[in-house]
């Protein structure tokens, strides 16, 4: 039997990706689930996803884009 990692056996259980593989949009600065960011309204669309009818670029049409918080 093989170990796993407690982040790859969480993921499996929920679904979700690792950080480490999360798909990026265009205006994140980091994968989400980094430490140091969070989640803020996309700048584009201002949050709701859509700019002109079509799905939104810069956020993948989520509305939101990780950023750093913080900052030293």
Known sequence: MTR???????????????????TLNPGDEA???TPGTGEDVCPDCHG??????ES???????GTVIRAVGGA
């Open 31 to 33: 994968a989400p689930g």
């Open 56 to 62: 939104c670029a810069t956020c993948g049409g989520s």
């Open 4 to 22: 796993t990692k407690a982040s790859d056996a969480q993921s499996a259980q929920t679904g979700a990706q690792p950080a480490s593989q999360a």
């Open 48 to 53: 709701t996803g859509k700019i002109d009818g």
